[in-house]
C-alpha cells in the first residue's frame, strides 16, 4: 500500500494519448494514470486556504472566506472577463497584479465537452483549460491582447452558444461530435467590432483524449465535508473528475483547499 498527504490542488496535466493527470503535493506528486484500475483511498484532514495556508473552511476556488474577498486572483474579472480594468489602468484590488495577468494574449474559443460552449483562457493555457473542462474537441476563435477585449466577445457570443459545461453528460461521454470549424465560421457575425480583427479564420480543431477505462451510467459526485472517507476503484480521470467503479465521481478542483492523505492498493 502507498501513501500520499498534502493538500488538493487543480491536477496537472500534460497532454498525449491519452493525457497524463498529476496530483502535486509539497514533498511529492502522483501520476494518476498508474492508479486506473487500483483502489484509492481518500481521506480528509484539515482545510488549508491556498493563500493563508490556515485550517479555515474554504469558501470559494480554494479560498477561506475572508481571502477570497480580499486576494487580487479572486477578483470578480477571474470569472467575468468582461469586468477587467487593467487596459484602463484602472485598480480592482491590486493593478500589478491585475496588469501582469490581463494585459497578456487570451483566447475565445469553442469547446465541446457535453455541448457546445464559449469560453475564455489566457493563451498560455491552452490546451490545459480544454483539458480542465473535459473537452474531447475545441477550437480557439479570436485571440485578443487582453482579458477586457476576450471578455465581451465571450459576452457577445454566449447570446447564441452556450457557456455552461453540463457536467453529468460529460462524465457519462454523453457527447456528440460537431463541426467546431463551421460553429466558428456561424458565429463570427456576431463578435463585437472592437475584437473582429482578432478573429482567427485558418485553424482546426484539436482533439482530446482522456484516460477512462470506463464511463458509467449515471454519476454521484462525492463531498468531502459530507463523507470524508472514501475508498473505491479508480476506472477513469476526465476534466478535472475522478471517477470510479461505483459511479462516484470526484471533482478535484472542487475540493482545492481540503488537505487529504491518499491511499493506493
Known amino acids: 500500500m502507498k501513501q500520499y498527504e498534502g493538500v488538493l490542488q487543480k491536477m496537472q496535466t500534460e497532454n498525449g494519448n491519452p493525457i497524463q493527470y498529476y496530483l502535486v503535493f509539497e514533498n511529492d506528486f502522483l501520476n494518476l494514470n498508474q492508479v486506473l484500475d487500483k483502489t484509492l483511498g481518500i481521506n480528509f484532514i484539515k482545510y488549508q486556504c491556498l493563500n493563508c495556508g490556515l485550517d479555515r473552511p474554504i469558501f470559494r476556488q480554494g479560498f477561506c472566506k475572508t481571502c477570497f474577498f480580499e486576494i487580487p486572483s479572486a477578483g470578480d474579472w477571474i470569472m467575468r472577463p468582461e469586468l477587467s480594468t487593467a487596459h484602463l489602468g ?8 491585475e496588469k501582469k495577468v490581463q494585459l497578456q494574449p487570451h483566447i475565445v474559443y469553442l469547446a465541446n465537452s457535453s455541448n457546445i460552449k464559449v469560453g475564455v483562457t489566457r493563451k498560455s493555457q491552452i490546451p490545459t483549460r480544454w483539458i480542465d473542462q473535459g473537452a474531447h474537441e475545441a477550437i480557439a476563435i479570436v485571440e485578443t491582447p487582453n482579458r477586457y477585449l ?34 466558428r465560421n456561424r458565429l463570427k457575425q456576431y463578435i463585437p467590432k472592437e475584437a473582429i480583427d482578432y478573429f482567427i479564420a485558418e485553424n482546426g480543431e484539436t482533439h482530446l483524449e482522456f484516460p477512462v477505462l470506463h464511463y458509467p451510467e ?20 476526465k476534466g478535472q473528475y475522478l471517477i470510479f467503479g461505483d459511479t462516484t465521481v470526484f471533482n478535484v478542483r472542487g475540493s482545492e483547499g481540503y488537505y487529504v492523505s491518499l491511499t493506493i492498493n
Not at 484602472?90 to 497584479?97: N, T
Open 90 to 97: 484602472k485598480e480592482d484590488r491590486d493593478l500589478d497584479y
Open 150 to 183: 476576450a471578455g465581451i466577445t465571450e459576452v457577445a457570443l454566449k447570446e447564441h452558444v452556450g457557456d455552461k459545461t453540463n457536467w453529468r453528460k460529460m462524465l457519462t461521454n454523453q457527447v456528440v461530435d460537431e463541426d467546431l470549424v463551421a460553429w
Open 218 to 237: 449515471k454519476v454521484t459526485s462525492l463531498n468531502l465535508d459530507k463523507n470524508p472517507k472514501y475508498s473505491g476503484i479508480l476506472k477513469g480521470i
